[in-house]
């Protein structure tokens, strides 16, 4: 009996940690992003999935998992669309959970925090019936749906991104990750699995690009400093070129600039750094690289312009070359007059270039401002969010405990 007993504990068991790492891989859609599909998407990869997960653990199962999960992430949905952000529908991948795309990234952390904490909230929802049910009937499967629901939306809320509780404690320090991380070390060795090796891998992977995000604003600003500058130099070769525009040799002279950027491009090959270099210990040396590679691409840009106003000045002088010879041939004593051609403008060309880099730099600006204010927020929003965090985390737990108990005390029953 008592060995009957044991392998189902361990079936049970195992039921648990499938579960939550079917839900666990879902949370790769804030890694992967959008997956566009059909209208009825949803619905379809529903039952295929049920009807996989039936196939190893039963009809009954099979519909706790899916519909635990469905809640889950409708969840995210709504909150997502209160947001303002734009998803795609939520698709359901056998073994693997489900997704939904989001086809922007929220604005802040705060808004990133009730997008993420909408999921655990709506999944304490999803089987609060499940109480009401088994306290009715006392059926040992509405406490497997309990203690299952619990499990994955509280083991959900750990302070480790990409998991909504990352997300949700992001808003109050990103310094949180790390401790988390410190915690899920121990249980590498003391207890390895492959769910908790992706919550450490997936961890460790968000909160060193956290840790980077000073160098890469730097990088940015570097990025910034460069499009001015480029701006300044292409107003002072207009300048230059508007006194040149009516002399016969134009064109070759638009040519010395062309070549002038050529040599600039020479010398900032010779100058880029070559070889791995470490981060951190050298990102002295890596800014500096990105200096030389943005120098490089802005004179790379300039040479494209320059090119393009010589072939389309080329045209306009061909154009009237032509015009002039055909007026000849046709009026060779020069009796009649030649028709009156537009003077060929550079300014046009240069605004356009001028547009193209400013709109740019804009969007540039505009990515940089929000990642470096993502992470701001004020004391009042701090203290509702760890509030209301602990608070679900705790309600949370009382579930787990409670569903533990009906496991326990129906072991025998539940297959």
């Not at 949803?42 to 190893?56: D, K």
Request: glycine share 6%; hydrophobic share 45%.
């Amino acid at each position: 009996m008592s060995e009957k007993a044991e392998k189902q504990n361990q079936s049970r068991l195992w039921t648990i940690l499938a579960g939550i790492g079917l839900f666990l891989l879902s949370k790769l859609k804030w890694v992967f992003g959008l997956l566009k599909l059909g209208k009825f998407a949803t619905l379809i990869s529903m039952f295929i999935s049920m009807g996989a997960y039936a196939v190893f653990y039963g009809w009954k199962f099979a519909v706790a998992i899916v519909y635990l999960i469905f809640v889950h992430e409708m969840g995210h949905l709504v909150a997502a669309k209160q947001k303002g952000i734009k998803t795609s529908p939520a698709i359901f991948i056998p073994f693997m959970g489900a997704a939904i795309g989001m086809k922007e990234m929220p604005k802040n952390a705060k808004d990133e925090a009730y997008i993420a904490y909408a999921g655990p909230l709506f999944g304490l929802m999803s089987f609060l019936p499940a109480v009401f049910l088994y306290e009715s009937t006392g059926q040992p499967f509405w406490g497997l749906v309990i203690f299952l629901g619990a499990m994955i939306n509280l083991f959900n809320l750990f302070p480790v991104s990409p998991l909504d509780g990352g997300r949700i404690v992001g808003v109050l320090s990103t310094k949180i990750w790390f401790i988390g991380l410190l915690i899920v070390i121990p249980y590498l060795f003391i207890s390895p699995d492959p769910i908790i090796f992706l919550v450490f891998l997936f961890g460790i992977m968000t909160w060193w690009k956290r840790v980077r995000e000073d160098f890469e604003h730097k990088k940015t600003e570097l990025t910034l400093e460069a499009f001015e500058s480029e701006q300044q130099k292409l107003s002072h070769i207009q300048q230059e070129l508007n006194e040149y525009r009516d002399m016969p040799n134009f064109s070759h002279i638009i040519g010395t600039y062309i070549e002038d950027v050529r040599v600039a491009k020479n010398r900032v090959k010779d100058r880029v750094p070559t070889g791995f270099t470490f981060p951190i210990l050298q990102d002295k040396k890596k800014i500096e690289k990105h200096k030389i590679i943005v120098e490089l691409e802005m004179l790379n840009n300039r040479e494209r312009f320059l090119k393009t106003l010589r072939e389309e000045y080329d045209k306009d002088r061909n154009k009237r070359d032509a015009l002039a010879q055909a007026c000849h041939e046709s009026d060779p004593e020069g009796i009649a007059s030649l028709p009156v051609l537009p003077d060929f403008s550079t300014a046009a060309y240069f605004e356009a270039y001028e547009k193209s880099l400013l709109a740019e730099k804009a969007e540039t600006k505009k990515v940089y401002d929000q990642q470096k204010n993502y992470y701001v927020a004020n004391m009042k929003t701090k203290i509702v969010v760890l509030a209301l965090y602990l608070l679900l985390a705790g309600v949370l737990s009382a579930f787990v405990v409670y569903g533990n108990h009906l496991m326990d005390i129906n072991r025998f029953l539940i297959s």
